[in-house]
Nanobody, 121 residues
Framework: QVQLVESGGALAQAGGSLRLSCAAS????????MGWYRQAPGNQRELVAD???????NYADSVKGRFTISGDNTKNVVYLQMNSLKPEDTAVYYC???????????????WGQGTQVTVSS
């Protein structure tokens, strides 16, 4: 089993910044790739960004140039630096992990409890 604990969600103003953190623990063999999904009210969950165990990153078009995902393999922690926030970034952000990047992008096996990000205009 893998446990994922997110932190860093808050209320921010448009144009501001937040950094989300996710600490993973449990079966280390399952923590090969990590990422962030988000879900806004009335919307489906969408993949925001992911990072492979080798450090390759991927971003949704809506956040490219504004968000940066990074990880610390020694601590099993992944971060999401969010800059130039927009009201449409308001959502619950979920940390995910999976043993393969394809699985992470399709059906991640492990989810955190989520952290709320609210961006005011």
């Amino acid at each position: 089993q893998v446990q994922l604990v997110e932190s860093g969600g808050a209320l921010a103003q448009a144009g501001g910044s937040l950094r989300l953190s996710c600490a993973a623990s449990g079966s280390i063999l399952s923590i090969a790739n990590m990422g962030w999904y988000r879900q806004a009210p009335g919307n489906q969950r969408e993949l925001v960004a992911d990072i492979t165990s080798g450090g390759s990153t991927n971003y949704a078009d809506s956040v490219k140039g504004r968000f940066t995902i990074s990880g610390d393999n020694t601590k099993n922690v992944v971060y999401l630096q969010m800059n130039s926030l927009k009201p449409e970034d308001t959502a619950v952000y979920y940390c995910v992990t999976a043993s393969s990047i394809n699985q992470l992008r399709a059906h991640p096996g492990f989810w955190g409890q989520g952290t709320q990000v609210t961006v005011s205009s």
